[in-house]
């Protein structure tokens, strides 16, 4: 897991409500990324941010949010118009957002289950 | 666990055989590739990685081969422990270009005494 945190480890949710995922890393990194992992599927790429005060869309970022406020906080936010949220949430990060193929290394992850 | 796949293929190894694992990439102008390997419930862990420059790249007990021609990719672990048992999966991308990291689904890997 490295210098990267997230939490909750676990996170409950009634259809309706927002919930805010936290990931925090003290590598260092310029660039931080979220996944989101469902079971038979690969990676998938949710929102990602190569520096401060910025980020893009990934492939599948319908029903979420994020900020980039400081260098090593990249909070998620799964919203009611997410359809389906429940899910394996990994957080990453890597050296620099200029090579966008650095290596990424992850955080513990985040399983959001809604009730 | 529940979070890295249900119906995974699945590699059982005995402890102390070496494992092979493998990978079928999907973009040809991929050159950039690397190995995580997750254990249930945990995010993944980098193991290596190689670009496309190599054909062979060595760690501590595991090694990666390359072959571009049929754009394979695989891990060999050597003498395969119980602590090995994971998923273990591929990513694929490209140097200086806007196109993401593209992950595979994965391989169990179950080591049994």
């Known amino acids: 897991d490295g210098g990267i945190t997230q939490s909750p480890k676990y996170l409950f949710r009634k259809e309706g409500q927002n919930v805010t995922l936290s990931c925090e890393q003290n590598l260092n990194h310029d660039a931080m990324y979220w996944y989101r992992q469902d079971p038979g599927q690969g990676l998938r790429l949710i929102y990602y941010s190569q520096i401060v005060n910025d980020f893009q869309k990934g492939d599948i970022a319908e029903g979420y949010s994020v900020s980039r406020e400081k260098k090593e906080s990249f909070p998620l936010t799964v919203t009611s118009a997410q359809k389906n949220p429940t899910a394996f949430y990994l957080c990453a990060s890597s050296p620099t957002g200029t090579r966008y193929t650095d290596t990424q290394y992850f955080g513990p992850g985040t399983r959001l289950t809604v009730l | 666990g529940e979070n890295v796949g249900l119906h995974l293929p699945t590699l059982s190894v005995q402890e102390g055989d070496n494992s092979i694992i493998n990978c079928a990439y999907s973009?040809?102008?991929?050159?950039?590739f690397i190995w995580y390997k997750q254990e249930s419930g945990k995010g993944p862990q980098f193991i290596i990685d190689i670009r496309s420059n190599m054909d062979k790249r060595q760690g501590q007990r595991v090694t990666v081969l390359l072959n571009k021609t049929v754009k394979h990719l695989s891990l060999q672990i050597a003498a395969t422990q119980p602590g090995d048992s994971a998923v273990y999966f591929c990513a694929e991308g490209i140097t200086y270009n806007t196109d993401k990291l593209i992950f595979g689904t994965g391989t169990r890997l179950q080591v049994f005494p």
């Open positions: 973009n040809s102008a991929s050159d950039y």
